[in-house]
């Protein structure tokens, strides 16, 4: 939980992600000696923060001694002395924040500064970031190492970009905060279907580009989407913590404040071209007007899917447009457009909601038993706890309903 924090603020003191790290972990690994015999102390976080940062200093001290005595040699050194920046009206006051940007440098391939950063600033295990990208782990892993490398050969700092770099390094920012609120949103893996922490980072994250960028249309989009899909929080699980569906969900209990913040920040978008993040507001936008589930716009909900998937063509972005498809024009087209996903992208079939989303079409149309074996396969497929109980509990009623259906007394072909 401390993590993202403790690294960022090291990293301000000795400009470099990787040693941040390390004695981020360093102090991690100082609380599992100590606090068994000390207890727990009433501040956990500013203990481990306080003991990274007096490595830090340590360490800086050490390089300073050694650069003294190679200039008393007469030989050439490196400046390492810490010299805190001072704050103007352009910096990043959010080491963070500043984390995210010393990540996301152009030096990085977009994939790689996704990754570290998801890593260093989300806290994320590595197979969390191989689910958020569809990839293997070995993949993700790879990307991590090297990405950390490419970081200190190249000399990159712990710094605040400006002006054109500023704006270059944007899109990978805005990425990389989206992805770590999807995992808080919706947990990969555990008992727990929220990640709350996680939301919380992200979204002030989001608001705080807002203040340093106010001009770019796609960061108040993407703090748009954040707030209305915060705002759903307190009814997307029920008292046991299982999840409850959008349609389920008790709609007094989303959060009209940040229901408000986010219509307000979709204004502040403009009115260019949206790009992926504003369009996904709007889609968010248009459950928030809903005051009933049956009340939902979902034609307009898939004509802004299907701008979406012009603006930023993804497999997970056509599998939302069939559902949007489906509720809007019926689910036998909406299985025929999942059908020519599902061909087109093979890798596909290891994602838990392909299986999902066919089986809910295949159960609308009521062909049960096809659905029971879509529902079972997502169960097998998802590493939440909460999902895969969820999607057990559908394919057993799926089972019950095509088990009716085939007795002599159902609706089934045997009971007619």
Same mark, same amino acid.
């Given at each position: 939980?401390? &993590?993202?924090?403790?690294?960022?603020?090291?990293?301000?003191?000795?400009?470099?992600?990787?040693?941040?790290?390390?004695?981020?972990?360093?102090?991690?690994?100082?609380?599992?000696?100590?606090?068994?015999?000390?207890?727990?102390?009433?501040?956990?976080?500013?203990?481990? @923060?306080?003991?990274?940062?007096?490595?830090?200093?340590?360490?800086?001290?050490?390089?300073?001694?050694?650069?003294?005595?190679?200039?008393?040699?007469?030989?050439?050194?490196?400046?390492?002395?810490?010299?805190?920046?001072? &704050?103007?009206?352009?910096?990043?006051?959010?080491?963070?924040?500043?984390?995210?940007?010393?990540?996301?440098?152009?030096?990085? &391939?977009?994939?790689?500064? %996704?990754?570290?950063?998801?890593?260093?600033?989300?806290?994320?295990? @590595?197979?969390?970031?191989?689910?958020?990208?569809?990839? /293997?782990?070995? %993949?993700?892993?790879?990307?991590?190492?090297?990405?950390?490398?490419?970081?200190?050969?190249?000399?990159? *700092?712990?710094?605040?970009?400006?002006?054109?770099?500023?704006?270059?390094?944007?899109?990978?920012?805005?990425?990389?905060?989206?992805?770590?609120?999807?995992?808080?949103?919706?947990? %990969?893996?555990?008992?727990?279907?929220?990640?709350?922490?996680?939301?919380?980072?992200?979204?002030?994250?989001?608001?705080?580009?807002?203040?340093?960028?106010?001009?770019?249309?796609?960061?108040?989009?993407?703090?748009?989407?954040? *707030?209305?899909?915060?705002?759903?929080?307190?009814?997307?699980?029920?008292?046991?913590?299982?999840?409850?569906?959008?349609?389920?969900?008790?709609?007094?209990?989303?959060?009209?404040?940040?229901?408000?913040?986010?219509?307000?920040?979709?204004?502040?978008?403009? %009115?260019?071209?949206?790009?992926?993040?504003?369009?996904?507001?709007?889609?968010?936008?248009?459950?928030?007007?809903?005051? #009933?589930?049956?009340?939902?716009?979902?034609?307009?909900?898939?004509?802004?899917?299907?701008?979406?998937?012009?603006?930023? /063509?993804?497999?997970?972005?056509?599998?939302?447009?069939?559902?949007?498809?489906?509720?809007?024009?019926?689910?036998?087209?909406?299985?025929?457009?999942?059908?020519?996903?599902?061909?087109?992208?093979?890798?596909?079939? *290891?994602?838990?909601?392909?299986?999902?989303?066919?089986?809910?079409?295949?159960? #609308?149309?009521?062909?049960?038993?096809?659905?029971?074996?879509?529902?079972?396969?997502?169960?097998?497929?998802?590493?939440?706890?909460?999902?895969?109980?969820?999607?057990?509990?559908?394919?057993?009623?799926?089972?019950?309903?095509?088990?009716?259906?085939?007795?002599?007394?159902?609706?089934?072909?045997?009971?007619?």
């Amino acid at each position: 939980m401390e &993590s993202a924090r403790i690294i960022a603020t090291v990293a301000r003191i000795v400009r470099d992600v990787g040693i941040a790290e390390e004695l981020a972990q360093d102090a991690l690994v100082a609380a599992l000696e100590q606090w068994p015999r000390t207890g727990v102390p009433e501040r956990p976080g500013a203990w481990l @923060t306080a003991a990274a940062k007096n490595r830090a200093i340590d360490l800086v001290r050490r390089r300073e001694t050694y650069a003294r005595r190679l200039a008393e040699a007469g030989r050439e050194f490196v400046d390492v002395t810490y010299d805190p920046e001072p &704050s103007g009206p352009g910096d990043i006051d959010d080491d963070l924040l500043r984390l995210v940007f010393t990540a996301c440098h152009p030096v990085l &391939s977009a994939e790689a500064r %996704t990754a570290l950063t998801l890593r260093l600033v989300g806290g994320l295990r @590595t197979d969390e970031i191989a689910r958020a990208f569809l990839v /293997p782990e070995a %993949t993700v892993a790879q990307r991590i190492v090297r990405a950390k490398r490419a970081l200190a050969k190249a000399g990159v *700092e712990f710094e605040t970009p400006y002006g054109e770099e500023r704006a270059a390094r944007l899109g990978s920012v805005l990425e990389v905060i989206y992805l770590i609120f999807n995992e808080g949103y919706a947990a %990969t893996a555990g008992d727990d279907l929220l990640r709350p922490g996680l939301c919380e980072d992200a979204l002030r994250l989001a608001r705080v580009l807002q203040g340093l960028m106010p001009g770019e249309g796609e960061v108040h989009g993407l703090a748009a989407l954040l *707030e209305f899909q915060t705002s759903r929080t307190a009814a997307r699980t029920g008292p046991d913590g299982a999840p409850v569906l959008l349609a389920d969900q008790n709609r007094r209990r989303w959060n009209r404040l940040l229901i408000r913040r986010g219509f307000a920040a979709l204004e502040r978008v403009g %009115t260019g071209a949206y790009g992926p993040y504003a369009l996904q507001a709007a889609i968010a936008g248009c459950h928030a007007r809903a005051v #009933r589930y049956e009340d939902t716009d979902w034609r307009t909900i898939a004509a802004l899917y299907e701008r979406l998937a012009t603006v930023a /063509p993804s497999p997970v972005v056509e599998l939302n447009r069939a559902v949007a498809v489906s509720m809007a024009y019926g689910p036998e087209v909406a299985l025929d457009m999942v059908g020519r996903l599902a061909a087109a992208e093979p890798g596909l079939e *290891e994602y838990h909601l392909l299986p999902s989303v066919r089986g809910e079409l295949l159960a #609308r149309l009521g062909r049960a038993g096809e659905a029971r074996a879509e529902f079972a396969r997502a169960a097998t497929l998802t590493r939440n706890e909460r999902e895969r109980a969820l999607l057990s509990a559908k394919a057993a009623a799926a089972a019950a309903t095509a088990a009716a259906e085939e007795s002599p007394g159902g609706d089934g072909p045997h009971g007619r």
